[in-house]
């Protein structure tokens, strides 16, 4: 997964605990000396070059701002040189199908009690247990990390705890922290992706927030946001795959907005393109 300079040193500014893996990082750093990095061990240095330890951001900013480096792939984050979280490929569709549930029907959370340490975690919600467990897989796939299930009244919630998975989403996809729902967009990944991306994330948002039912005895496919500016990027992403629902519109009894459709072709297309898109673990 590639990171600019600026979003490295976006990420830096929300802690010094944080450390990459970064092979272009590693070859780099034989241009430096320990010297470079007097507030660092000189076994820490070569622990670096070699890829046995992962590297702090400050290291990875003045590296990447002394060779003019515009952006780098980073392999894995870590806080302080701990459990690893490995980063998939923006490309891969089982991201972009984590995305959908996301920004679907999850948050991302920072809480903290009393003086103690806060708890940095991605949470998503879950009609049937089943679900949950399935995306559970995708989660440990994807970011190399265990996460938990809990049951909670009409629905499953799954809570990833991983400060550095949380930035990353912040700063790099621009979810934001909490139940902002008038912040949330559409990000540029599936926007300026393939359509493949593209279908994957709309599969996400459907299995959180939309539903297929009988209306007056045609089919009907809808979904449901509070935000109407994420809707509406939702219709461009829907449009983009030929899949032409009208203008979303205002639930004033639900306080939400609303895309839905009954034409038999539309409906059709969108089973086929949607609804049968495959999501498995390789």
């Not at 070699?50 to 780098?72: A, T, W």
């Not at 265990?146 to 621009?174: F, M, T």
């Not at 007056?216 to 509406?232: A, N």
């Not at 205002?250 to 609804?275: E, H, M, P, T």
Request: hydrophobic share 35%; proline share 4%; net charge positive.
């Amino acid at each position: 997964m590639e990171f600019t300079q600026d979003l490295i040193n976006s990420l830096n500014n929300e802690g010094k605990s944080l450390c990459i893996s970064s092979e272009q990082i590693s070859q780099k750093l034989n241009l430096f000396s320990p010297k470079d990095f007097p507030e660092f061990s000189t076994r820490l240095y070569y622990y670096w070059i070699s890829g046995e330890k992962p590297v702090p951001l400050s290291v990875v900013l003045h590296v990447m701002q002394k060779r003019n480096i515009k952006f780098i792939k980073i392999k894995s984050f870590s806080v302080g040189g701990g459990n690893k979280i490995s980063l998939p490929k923006e490309k891969n569709i089982l991201f972009s199908y984590f995305l959908g549930l996301l920004l679907g029907d999850g948050c991302l959370v920072y809480s903290k009690r009393n003086n103690s340490r806060g708890t940095y975690s991605v949470q998503i919600s879950f009609r049937e247990r089943k679900e949950a467990e399935e995306v559970k897989d995708y989660v440990n796939y994807l970011f190399n990390i265990n996460s938990s299930i809990y049951n909670e009244p009409g629905c499953c919630r799954l809570n990833i705890y991983s400060k550095p998975l949380v930035i990353i989403l912040n700063k790099k996809y621009q979810i934001p922290l909490g139940f902002k729902y008038a912040t949330i967009t559409v990000p540029l990944i599936i926007k300026n992706g393939y359509k493949t991306q593209k279908k994957a994330f709309i599969k996400g948002i459907f299995d959180s927030d939309g539903n297929m039912y009988v209306h007056r005895g045609s089919k009907t496919i809808q979904i449901r946001q509070k935000s109407e500016r994420f809707i509406k990027e939702i219709k461009e992403v829907l449009d983009s795959l030929g899949l032409n629902f009208k203008e979303p519109y205002y639930d004033k009894a639900n306080g939400s907005y609303v895309i839905w459709s009954s034409k038999r072709v539309l409906v059709d297309s969108f089973i086929k393109q949607i609804c049968a898109f495959s999501i498995e673990l390789p």
